[in-house]
């Protein structure tokens, strides 16, 4: 398979016999499956689709090209790293990139033809992102990320569902809004995590550094200072601002859950999430049973021993079905 032939069919240029080639070479192999993802991501991801000039010279091309599949995947990692440098007049382009694929990447235009870019992190999954300003975004499992082609003019505008921890680039002139389904979270330059699952009761947001103010229909603005959390109850419509000293919050990101007198049934949730299995108890009475304390989470084995050693709770196993019991 030529390189042309592949450069084309990422960019859409492709015609049908060419179309035909791609799906033949790539056939039931799973890793030319897996490698034409990366690069179609690593296509989507640099705005070329939007930006590149179809009369650049075949040089160009193949200067554009070679860059994009430079990726290296190491899936321990679970990294996605982004730079953007300006080429020729007006190509934005993806210097490096390194990742999991245990993410997806898609586009959508709006009804007011602006275009959208949107990274899904399945359950099970966690990955980093440095989006074209240069702030870094920590998205945990079963998450979504979304951003306008136009993000880095005027408001750096993102549309999150899931939790996220964000390290944001500081830039005066161009404020960084994240957009809830409940909440607005304006910042300029801040360290910040969001918790806000569609099926979630709460709506968290704790402030690690910086400044930033929360609007919603229902609390008007708040501001937050560093150690400070915002929680907003989406059934209820009620919030309160509460000092946390505890970062433990953001301990996700490092591999650990971290469990603060929540019940055994809200837990379950964050296990589903992180290790896309099912829970069911046998006993809702179980689900009350509160637990503390943090758990490396790279091996569900282990964070189900853990809460069964803590807990009087007996769990079995069958694939990715876990049923929990009372012990007692």
Request: proline fraction near 2%; hydrophobic fraction near 35%; charged fraction near 25%.
């Amino acid at each position: 398979m030529t390189e042309e032939i592949l450069y084309k069919y990422i960019s859409e240029q492709a015609n049908a016999e060419e179309t035909t080639l791609v799906k033949q070479w790539v056939g039931s192999s799973e890793d030319r499956k897996q490698e034409l993802t990366r690069l179609k991501n690593s296509w989507i991801l640099s705005g070329l689709d939007n930006e590149i000039d179809p009369k650049l010279k075949a040089s160009e091309i193949e200067r554009i090209w070679s860059i994009i599949k430079k990726m290296n995947v190491d899936v321990k990692r679970k990294s996605l790293r982004l730079q953007f440098l300006k080429y020729a007049a007006a190509i934005v382009l993806i210097v490096g990139i390194s990742g999991t694929i245990g993410f997806f990447v898609s586009t959508s235009v709006s009804n007011s033809n602006t275009k959208f870019t949107e990274i899904s992190v399945p359950k099970g999954e966690r990955s980093t992102v440095i989006l074209p300003d240069g702030s870094t975004v920590f998205i945990n499992s079963n998450s979504q990320l979304k951003f306008a082609s136009s993000f880095n003019s005027g408001k750096r505008k993102v549309m999150l569902s899931g939790e996220a921890y964000f390290n944001v680039a500081h830039d005066k002139s161009h404020p960084f809004i994240v957009e809830t389904s409940s909440l607005q979270i304006e910042v300029l330059g801040t360290k910040f995590n969001i918790s806000s699952y569609p099926n979630d009761q709460l709506s968290t947001t704790f402030l690690e550094s910086g400044s930033v103010k929360i609007s919603s229909a229902a609390s008007g603005n708040v501001i937050l200072n560093p150690n400070e959390a915002f929680v907003f109850n989406k059934f209820s419509q009620k919030s309160e601002k509460i000092m946390m000293n505890d970062k433990r919050l953001m301990d996700w990101t490092k591999g650990v859950m971290t469990i603060n007198g929540e019940t055994i049934g809200e837990l379950a949730k964050k296990i589903e999430r992180r290790f896309n299995v099912t829970i069911t108890f046998m006993d809702d009475a179980v689900k009350e049973h509160v637990y503390t304390g943090s758990i490396k989470d790279e091996d569900l084995n282990t964070v189900l021993e853990a809460i069964k050693f803590a807990s009087s709770i007996e769990y079995e196993r069958k694939g990715n079905q876990i049923v929990l019991s009372s012990s007692e």
